[in-house]
């Protein structure tokens, strides 16, 4: 999880989890709220793909990679509720 006090807005330094246990990089956009915050992910000029922005909560949001796949059981059941 980041600090909310020490957030670089619209810089690829973020990462989150996926559904396939690896990590997404991202840019946060804003902050939403207290919790939560608008990204948007950010892709290789090789792969050509563009993602509309979306919100996600600040617990889920890490500055290493290792960190976010560590966190992926974690995201996956808040994805779970989320959709229930």
Do not use: C
Not at 61 to 78: F, K, S, T, V
Request: net charge positive; hydrophobic share 35%.
């Amino acid at each position: 999880m980041i600090n909310k006090d020490k957030i670089v807005f619209n810089e690829p330094i973020y990462y989150i989890p996926n559904h396939s246990k690896t990590a997404n990089r991202i840019k946060i956009i804003k902050l939403i709220n207290d919790n939560v915050a608008l990204v948007e992910m950010v892709f290789n000029k090789k792969q050509k793909k563009e993602m509309k922005p979306f919100s996600t909560p600040l617990q889920h949001i890490y500055n290493q990679p290792e960190h976010a796949r560590l966190g992926h059981r974690e995201w996956e059941n808040y994805i779970k509720k989320k959709h229930n």
